[in-house]
C-alpha cells in the first residue's frame, strides 16, 4: 500500500515545482519580471481594490498557464524522444496557445486598469 502523503509533502512538491520552473525556463522568468512590474505600477498608481483583483486574477493566470505548459512540454519530451509525433505537437502547440490567451486577457486587464490613471497623469504633466 502507498505512503500517503501529508499537506507539507504535497505544498513542498508544488512550490519545488514553480522554482524549478523559475529557475530552468526563460518565459516564466519573463512573467515574473512583468508581474513585478505590474505589482509596482498599481502601488505607485494606487488602483482601486477591484483593480487589484484583476491584476492578481491576471497574474495568477499567466503564471499558472505558464507552469502547466512546462508540465506538458516535459511531459511530452519525455515520452516522445527525438521524434515529434503529430499528437505530441498538438500538444505543446495547446498548451502554449493557453499561455498566449492568458497573456492577451492579462494585457487587455493591465490596458483597462492603467490607461485610464496614466493617461490623467500625462494630462497632469501636460504630455496631453
Known sequence: ??????????????WDGVR???STERNF???LALCAAVLLL???LR????????LCLAIGLVLSAELMNTAVEAAVNLT???????????AKDAAAG??????????VIGLIVFAPP????????GWL
Open 98 to 107: 493557453a499561455v498566449l490567451a492568458s497573456a492577451v486577457f492579462a494585457a
Open 29 to 31: 522568468k519573463v512573467h
Open 1 to 14: 500500500m502507498d505512503k500517503r502523503r501529508t499537506w507539507g509533502d504535497v505544498f513542498r512538491n508544488a
Open 80 to 90: 516522445v524522444g527525438e521524434r515529434l509525433h503529430p499528437l505530441a505537437k498538438k
Open 20 to 22: 524549478a520552473t523559475a
Open 118 to 125: 496614466l493617461l490623467r497623469l500625462a494630462q497632469d504633466w
Open 42 to 44: 498599481g502601488a505607485l
Open 47 to 54: 488602483v482601486p481594490r477591484l483593480d487589484w483583483g484583476l
